[in-house]
């Protein structure tokens, strides 16, 4: 499985960015898609999660900020970020996981306040 992202960028606080990530090569109808995202000197963490049948689930810090979406006909997933925060400055990266797990090569995203 490969996942390419796209759509990071340099914003300032209040603007928003929507992030991409397609999915290509041998995709099981089962499987769960997040965004991580990393903070320089700061540990990966999750940001947004959403399983094959749309089940959501979002990280403490971006609740009523960020939506993630899916479209199963694309085998892409998105990451609609509002009311962006100089905190949200990250590289982020998408997640594809079934029975093993693949990464994307990450996008940056930073917010100027």
């Known amino acids: 499985v490969q996942l390419v992202e796209s759509g990071g960028g340099l914003v300032q606080a209040g603007g928003s960015l929507r992030l991409s990530c397609e999915v290509s090569?041998?995709?099981?109808?089962?499987?769960?898609m997040a965004w991580f995202r990393q903070a320089p000197g700061k540990q990966r963490e999750s940001v947004a999660v959403?399983?094959?049948?749309?089940?959501?689930n979002y990280a403490d810090s971006v609740k009523g900020r960020f939506t993630i979406s899916r479209d199963n006909t694309k085998n892409t997933i998105y990451l609609q970020m509002n009311s962006l925060k100089p905190e949200d400055t990250a590289v982020y990266y998408c997640?594809?996981?079934?029975?093993?797990?693949?990464w994307g090569q990450g996008t940056q995203v930073t917010v100027s306040s």
């Open positions: 090569g041998k995709i099981d109808t089962i499987n769960v």
């Open positions: 959403i399983t094959s049948v749309g089940s959501t």
């Open positions: 997640r594809y996981s079934d029975y093993e797990t693949s």
